[in-house]
T-cell receptor, first 112, second 113 residues
């Protein structure tokens, strides 16, 4: 079945850039998403990219999509302690199927 | 900014009891969803709902589960007879149209004892 994979942990120093990576297997998705989950909170939609785009920039966030390699990345510039959270990659919908498929999440820890 | 709201934030119930989890989707959204996240596992799709009927459901969404939009604002998930393995965080989501991004609520943590 369709799968979305992420590395589990990433640590960076405050002020550095963070790059969170994701790979997926199904290339028929309409969008690819990044959600942020802080402790005890819900899934906050950070950004998303339409599947026919290569890049999207939104303030400190840059999303890169490599369709050939089925690789998605999220770059956070000037990472702050408030960026510490779990970041989920997800893709969907696919055709008439509306559901999203999520990765396991990457725990980002920002060190002072 | 409009948001999806879920109540309660935490629900504890005994095995075999019925629970209803409540959600108020964003007001102009037409598609509604339930997802769940068992501790330490991925977020999993349960069901999607459009035009007052289920449009998709996963194999997790068996006869013990049901969804309803009882009025113009609420969207509920009912688990008829809870099992220990139903313990999870349940997320409600909504989207404007089927291809639009999903906006999630803060979740309801369900603990079945």
């Amino acid at each position: 079945g369709e799968d979305v994979e992420q590395s589990l942990f990433l640590s960076v120093r405050e002020g550095d850039s963070s790059v969170i990576n994701c790979t997926y297997t199904d290339s028929s998705s309409t969008y690819l998403y990044w959600y942020k989950q802080e402790p005890g909170a819900g899934l906050q939609l950070l950004t998303y990219i339409f599947s026919n785009m290569d890049m999207k920039q939104d303030q400190r966030l840059t999303v890169l999509l490599n369709k050939k390699d089925k690789h998605l990345s999220l770059r956070i510039a000037d990472t702050q302690t408030g960026d510490s959270a779990i970041y989920f990659c997800a893709d969907g919908p696919k055709g008439s199927a509306r559901q999203l498929t999520f990765g396991s999440g990457t725990q980002l820890t920002v060190l002072p | 900014e409009p948001e999806v709201t879920q109540t309660p934030s935490h629900q504890v119930t005994q095995m075999g009891q019925e629970v209803i989890l409540r959600c108020v989707p964003i007001s102009n959204h037409l598609y509604f969803y339930w997802y769940r996240q068992i501790l330490g596992q991925k977020v999993e799709f349960l069901v999607s709902f459009y035009n007052n009927e289920i449009s998709e459901k996963s194999e997790i969404f068996d006869d013990q589960f049901s969804v309803e939009r009882p009025d113009g604002s609420n969207f509920t998930l009912k688990i008829r007879s809870t099992k220990l393995e139903d313990s999870a965080m349940y997320f409600c989501a909504s989207s404007e149209v089927g291809d639009s991004p999903l906006h999630f609520g803060n979740g309801t943590r369900l603990t079945v004892t």
